[in-house]
């Protein structure tokens, strides 16, 4: 928990206050005052007197008491001063605006160390350094500007970037998007994102807590207590979304096995959000609108009327829902025709509804009113209405601002003139609504919080495996690829299918396994990881000529150590793997396999451990799941076993943590069973 001395202070000092409100020691203390702080207010300057007309100490020895300290000087000097007011003025909060620490170089991360260790000492609480401050209910902690609208129902953001969180504050600021709290987390020192979250998760109460809450994250250092406490706020009926910056790959990563070619921490940050029902986003406007979206009711169901007096914005919002699987649909039933009589001539109502650039407020009303109890097929309303600029429409938004409050259905406002109506969006703004200014960020917007999962599932599956041989294996197994005999044997303790398989280093040995197997069969090399890469697979050999001449064959390939031949099985290809991925724990992922595994790229991911409806849901939102259910007249692959493989998989890696790589690739699969016809284990302890 946060030290309530840095979120409710009964007393402030500004070290490094002054009348130059260009400074940040100047204008946070304008802000301080202007935004009305209840409580004591200090300040030191060695050179003043008085600072905006506050009483000013040239000695921080002079100093009363203080309960929280807003620190805007020389990084040297910070250490001396963090000490006196622990260890003498009983300072438990602390934001240090301060550059020069571990952003710096190694001897700034030393002294940033040093400070964090005084305040650790007295229980206190530090945000930053090299920050912007902490605006909450209480008090106005920035240097910058503007200070947002601060309400007790508006979002709690926490940035990890304090130039973002003043551009994401602008941007709101002109849509009606209020805040309750933001925090500028700076170096993260003490206290970072996942830290704040989790204040607010334990903090958090069902009547006064705002239901919302905003992430900037450049970077997840401990995903676990992320991901633990966005579900519990979630499960108490909050809304998150988060922009993740540094998603991108710096050059192609090399990698041994297609999980590693393919999983990397930006899946795992989707992962990771998705468990948590987080909303991710990807840019401060995308950010913002869905923000503005989680301030209405809950969306119900994906059937959205459009009502418009412009065509060109519908039909572009209409693509952007279609794209984003949400339903314009058609409105074509007796109380359509009776609406359509209520309007201008030439107005249409199949949806989207358009009442024309001459339709007016009353129609407005009509309109909405037919949504809201005639139409029952539809779950949201949009209205698109601007202006041209040849007369006000102050009428037609206060129509908007009743329906808005008074109608069962969210309705979104789109005001797409900003500059012609600005006065009147304004003061449609001014009373607690949100104007959402373009309707094709607004679709994309709404189609993120539809798609993400509505219902969290964590639930323990009941696959059972053999815990005590697998730890036998690992224990007993040196880094790196285990051999194919130990990979065999891991699997079967796992309770994953294998097919059978038998590996022979002479001719003779191929020859005497021939009563154990019957033709047709596949013959792969052992030794080289990539098999197919250097033409180490040969499949469908129907005797024993073509089975000593395809022997030959593979032996003569650099670096074989043997040939491993197992029956020829038919069925579709699919995959599944697994990658342990830093503090994030363990990526499942699944798709089809073989070679379309590199073609297609169709994988889903999950983080372990995965519940069964998380597997379900993997395997479902595959774009190539038609195939997996089956397509014009081909078998399709039985569901349940593929889920429950993916689940054996999960406890797998769970079980021994020290799998950092595993591929199942291909497993052959159709209606009756899933065999594991290769697969890879990479170790690391």
């Known amino acids: 928990m946060l030290n309530k001395k840095l979120l409710n202070p009964s007393s402030i000092v500004i070290i490094g206050a002054s009348n130059n409100t260009k400074t940040p020691g100047g204008s946070v203390l304008k802000n301080l005052i202007n935004n009305n702080f209840k409580g004591e207010l200090f300040a030191v300057n060695p050179k003043a007197e008085s600072v905006q007309g506050i009483k000013c100490f040239q000695n921080i020895h002079e100093l009363p008491e203080v309960d929280l300290a807003i620190i805007a000087i020389a990084s040297k000097y910070v250490l001396e001063t963090v000490k006196e007011l622990t260890q003498n003025k009983n300072t438990k909060g602390f934001i240090i605006f301060s550059a ?157 096995s297609h999980t590693g070619a393919l999983a990397n921490s930006d899946l795992a940050v989707d992962a990771l959000f998705k468990k948590a029902r987080i909303v991710r986003c990807y840019s401060r406007n995308e950010l913002i609108n869905v923000a503005s979206i989680f301030t209405h009711p809950k969306l119900k169901g994906n059937n959205i009327a459009i009502i418009t007096h412009a065509g060109g914005p519908a039909v572009m919002l209409t693509d952007t829902l279609s794209k984003n699987g949400l339903n314009v649909p058609k409105l074509d039933n007796l109380k359509s025709e009776e609406l359509l009589t209520q309007l201008y001539h030439g107005s249409s109502v199949a949806n989207p509804i358009d009442f024309l650039a001459t339709g007016n407020a009353e129609q407005l009303g009509i309109i909405i009113d037919y949504c809201e109890h005639h139409f029952s097929e539809i779950d949201a309303i949009v209205v698109i209405f601007g202006s041209p600029g040849l007369f006000e429409v102050y009428d037609v938004y206060e129509t908007l601002h009743n329906k808005i409050r008074t109608c069962k259905k969210p309705i979104f406002a789109i005001m797409p003139s900003v500059i012609n109506v600005k006065n009147e969006i304004d003061e449609f703004i001014s009373k607690g609504n949100i104007s959402f200014p373009d309707e094709v960020l607004f679709g994309e917007a709404l189609g993120r919080v539809y798609n993400t999962s509505k219902a969290i599932i964590r639930k323990k599956t009941t696959e059972k495996i053999d815990r005590i041989n697998i730890r036998k294996i690992i224990d007993n197994s040196e880094n790196g690829y285990l051999n194919t005999y130990n990979v065999k044997k891991i699997l079967q303790a796992a309770k994953i299918p294998t097919v059978p398989e038998f590996i022979c280093k002479t001719l003779s040995e191929c020859s005497r396994i021939l009563n154990k ?163 890879r284990i990479k170790i690391e302890k």
């Open 517 to 679: 197997i019957e033709f047709p069969v596949v013959m792969k090399v052992v030794g080289p990881i990539h098999k197919s890469d250097v033409g180490g697979i040969i499949l469908n050999i129907n005797s024993e000529k073509e089975l000593t001449h395809s022997y030959q064959k593979l032996m003569q390939i650099k670096n074989v150590e043997g040939v491993l031949i197992q029956p020829m099985k038919k069925g579709i290809e699919l995959f599944i793997g697994a990658k342990r991925e830093g503090n994030f724990g363990h990526l499942i992922l699944c798709g089809l396999g073989g070679i379309y595994i590199e073609v297609l790229k169709d994988i889903k991911t999950s983080l372990a451990p995965v519940s069964k409806n998380e597997a379900i849901e993997m395997i479902q939102s595959l774009k190539s799941y038609k195939i997996i259910q089956g397509v014009r007249n081909q078998e399709g692959v039985s569901e349940n076993i593929f889920t429950k493989i993916i689940l054996k998989v999960s406890n797998l890696v769970t079980i021994a943590p020290e799998i950092i790589e595993l591929d199942l690739n291909p497993l052959i699969g159709n209606s009756k069973e899933i065999i594991a016809v290769d697969a």
């Open 100 to 256: 020069g620490f571990s952003e710096k170089d190694e001897d700034g991360a030393k002294l940033e160390h040093a400070i964090v260790q005084e305040i650790n000492a007295v229980g206190g609480t530090l945000l930053g350094p090299n920050n912007i401050g902490l605006i909450n209910q209480n008090y106005a902690g920035a240097f910058t500007s503007p200070i947002p609208k601060i309400n007790k129902k508006g979002v709690d953001f926490i940035s990890g970037s304090g130039a973002t969180a003043v551009f994401i504050i602008e941007a709101a600021k002109s849509t009606g998007l209020t805040f309750s709290s933001v925090y500028s987390v700076g170096n993260s020192a003490q206290i970072g994102v996942e830290e704040i979250l989790e204040h607010l998760d334990e903090s958090f109460d069902s009547n006064t807590s705002s239901k919302i809450k905003l992430l900037y994250i450049e970077s997840i250092e401990n995903p676990q207590k992320l991901l633990k406490h966005a579900i519990s706020l979630v499960k108490k009926g909050c809304k998150i979304a988060a922009i993740k910056a540094g998603s991108s790959e710096a050059g192609s990563r090399a990698a041994s």
